[in-house]
């Protein structure tokens, strides 16, 4: 009796270690599918019996679904071509060992080529075989630090962080650049940021937040800048901003999280209007979703609940009551003209903190 409790209790604690390795394969991108996988000899007779073990443990453990009504099916792949049986010889040999073994349980069990319910996967290769039972499905993508380096601009809202998510998805090393209103917004608006941040690293392994002052910007915008070009202003500085950082520190682009014609500075003509202030190269992955599709992204990577906190961000102080929405980039560049661009760049930058997380 002991030593079964003793066994139960080493079987739960490696159930849960694969748990845990299981929810961090599935958080690396570059990994299409896994398995767990179980070595054996390369002999027909072991390939049976294990995978016969293999399938009751699975299939007709304690809890387990019945296998009544159940199809099945035993894939195999062979990258040693010198093993003398072909892959379909093995499929029929241990399926039907299977649905012997099934039989003289008493179960109905049926075979199914196609969209089986159960199956059993085999991979004869050079000197060994391994056996599985599942293959899971994981991020897909390119694995992080293959796409070289970017800089995203994060915001504190929904679609900044899935814009950088995207950006880890195709392989791109993301560090992070936030825009703050300090004093005019609280302390709990840039730990936000650096909530979101940190959920974001689930994906790689450490990021650097820039964290920029913007209030004196946006002062100097209000008092110099037409009221209804304020928000295209603050959007370009930023780029601006961000574009003399990117390239002092070798980044390779810029990542924004707009979504065309969702909100009023993000028409067509008002994101050209912001594109036109630099010459680094913007991704905007969520360019073509509805916010709904954003939405349900965000729930996924765990990043939503943080999002919707009511803290202010730097977006939200000195709106404008009527913002403009189709921008002449003629009449954007006359009142850029009215700033010291240099000046209020270079300030920023100088009074600039850096995070890093890992």
């Known amino acids: 009796k002991n030593k079964k409790t003793k066994r139960g209790n080493s079987d739960n604690k490696k159930n849960n270690q694969l748990d845990v390795v299981r929810q961090e394969l599935k958080e690396i991108f570059g990994i299409a599918n896994f398995s767990f996988t179980k070595e054996v000899l390369q002999d027909i007779e072991v390939l049976k019996k294990e995978c016969w073990k293999m399938v009751k443990d699975n299939f007709l453990a304690e809890k387990k679904p019945a296998f009544n009504k159940k199809t099945f099916r035993v894939t195999t792949q062979r990258s040693n071509k010198n093993f003398p049986m072909t892959s379909e010889e093995i499929n029929r040999e241990v399926g039907g060992y299977i649905f012997e073994k099934l039989k003289n349980k008493g179960l109905n069990p049926k075979v199914s080529l196609k969209n089986p319910d159960i199956e059993c996967f085999i991979e004869i290769v050079n000197k060994t075989a391994f056996i599985f039972a599942e293959k899971i499905k994981g991020l897909n993508g390119m694995p992080v630090g293959t796409g070289g380096r970017a800089l995203a601009m994060l915001s504190g809202g929904i679609d900044s962080p899935v814009a950088g998510y995207y950006g880890l998805k195709r392989g791109v090393n993301i560090d992070f650049i936030h825009f703050h209103s300090l004093p005019y917004t609280s302390v709990a608006s840039n730990e936000k940021v650096e909530a979101l941040a940190k959920k974001l690293l689930k994906f790689q392994m450490q990021a650097k937040i820039f964290m920029v002052p913007f209030a004196k910007i946006q002062q100097e915008i209000v008092i ?39 909100v009023a500075s993000q028409t067509l003509e008002n994101i050209l209007a912001t594109n036109d202030a630099v010459s680094m190269t913007i991704l905007r992955p969520l360019s073509g979703f509805d916010k709904e599709e954003i939405i349900e992204i965000a729930k996924k990577i765990d990043t939503y609940d943080i999002s919707i906190l009511p803290h202010e961000d730097c977006c939200t102080r000195f709106v404008p009551k009527h913002p403009e929405t189709r921008a002449k980039l003629e009449d954007v560049r006359n009142a850029e003209k009215k700033l010291d661009l240099k000046k209020v760049i270079n300030e920023a930058i100088a009074e600039m903190e850096v995070i890093k997380i890992n």
Do not use: F, H, T
Request: glycine share 2%; with cysteine.
């Open 224 to 262: 110099k800048c037409p009221e209804k070009l304020r928000v295209i202003m603050y959007r370009r500085l930023m780029l601006k901003i961000a574009e003399k950082i990117a390239e002092e520190k070798k980044y390779l682009a810029l990542y924004s999280g707009e979504s065309v014609a969702q």
